[in-house]
């Protein structure tokens, strides 16, 4: 796809993330914590109070189709889906 030097990985915990710093915030965002610990949800927090994302990013969290929140503070649920046990949210941190 000639991405190499495109994406970034920090190896840190989600959920204590601090600020963004002098980097330009990220338009998209993965977060497949652990199930049930209540880990992605303070993660999406940690993300959106850094500014780390743009706020038309979008943001894809997978949790347990029984622990995903209906709705997450800061965040508009632009779609989700079960698949079996699994839940996949897509949502945006542009509107609250």
Do not use: H
């Not at 994406?7 to 600020?19: E, S």
């Not at 929140?69 to 632009?78: F, K, S, T």
């Amino acid at each position: 796809l000639g991405l190499q030097g495109c994406t970034r990985i920090f190896r840190r915990d989600a959920t204590r993330l601090g600020p963004c710093g002098n980097m330009p915030p990220y338009g998209i965002a993965f977060l497949d914590p652990p199930y049930g610990r209540e880990l992605g949800t303070r993660a999406l927090a940690a993300l959106r109070e850094g500014g780390w994302l743009t706020e038309d990013a979008i943001v894809v969290l997978e949790e347990s189709a029984s622990a995903m929140p209906d709705g997450i503070a800061g965040y508009e649920m632009l779609d989700r889906r079960v698949f079996g046990d699994t839940a996949i949210a897509i949502m945006t941190p542009g509107k609250t």
